[in-house]
């Protein structure tokens, strides 16, 4: 059974920085896609970024140049790192893993079938 498992998550002063990780377990990790995604009280869910089995990224607009995420395949491990955050940057975010789908920021939420439980960032002007 596939698992994910966000931690990291915080409250944070805008300009500060977090880490997210994402813990695997149950599948290849390696040969899928994963992704970040984000959820603002009364918003829509909304890709942050992805990585697919090449190791290529990609990015919303909004956290280019200040998020980046990398992985560590040994440890089955996605990571998100966030600097100069903002208070527009306050949601929960989730970690999501599928195969045979874009890889890509944009990809509708809703065409990842892996999911974790979510892990909350708050930031503070």
């Known amino acids: 059974q596939v698992q994910l498992v966000e931690s990291g998550g915080g409250s944070v002063q805008a300009g500060g920085s977090l880490r997210l990780s994402c813990a695997a377990s149950g599948y290849t990790y390696s040969r899928d896609c994963m992704g970040w995604f984000r959820q603002a009280p009364g918003k829509e869910r909304e890709g942050v970024g992805t990585?697919?089995?090449?190791?290529?990224?990609s990015y919303a607009d909004s956290v280019k140049g200040r998020f980046t995420i990398s992985e560590d395949n040994a440890k089955n491990t996605l990571y998100l790192r966030m600097n100069s955050l903002k208070p527009a940057d306050t949601a929960m975010y989730y970690c999501a893993a599928d195969r045979g789908l874009r890889c890509w920021y944009a990809t509708p939420p809703a065409d990842f079938g892996y999911w974790g439980q979510g892990t909350q960032v708050t930031v503070s002007s």
């Open positions: 990585i697919d089995s090449d190791g290529a990224t």
